[in-house]
């Protein structure tokens, strides 16, 4: 195999010293490596995540399945800000409406 002349086989001598697909893969190997060092720490801490978020996270859920439940006119009760919001939605609408009544108006009363 290797024969030692005097030379001592150093890892960092052995990786400086090597050339072409050698040193393509070793490179890669290293990439790879960091990738899954950081796959593995993001891994670890996204599920340690403190368990405050993860209430928060759960409420979350908890108010998208009422406002499902709500379109689904289940029958539960609207939230008061629901109700706000609601009637600011209609009153928008009624806004809308009238301007493009009035718009129409116009043109009619320009065209005849």
Do not use: N
């Not at 400086?16 to 950081?38: D, E, H, K, P, T």
């Not at 800000?81 to 718009?103: M, N, P, T, W």
């Amino acid at each position: 195999m290797l024969a030692l002349t005097g030379q001592e086989l150093d890892l960092w001598t052995l990786v400086l010293q090597s050339r072409g697909i050698v040193m393509v893969v070793l490179v890669m190997l290293a990439l790879f490596s960091v990738a899954s060092w950081y796959i593995i720490a993001y891994k670890y801490f996204a599920l340690r995540r403190p368990p405050a978020v993860a209430a928060v996270h759960d409420d979350v859920l908890e108010l998208e399945a009422a406002r499902r439940d709500l379109q689904g006119g289940r029958g539960l009760p609207r939230p008061p800000i629901a109700q706000v919001f609601r009637a600011g939605y209609v009153e928008l609408s009624k806004l809308k409406s009238d301007k493009r009544g009035e718009s129409e108006r116009r043109g009619e009363g320009e065209s005849g």
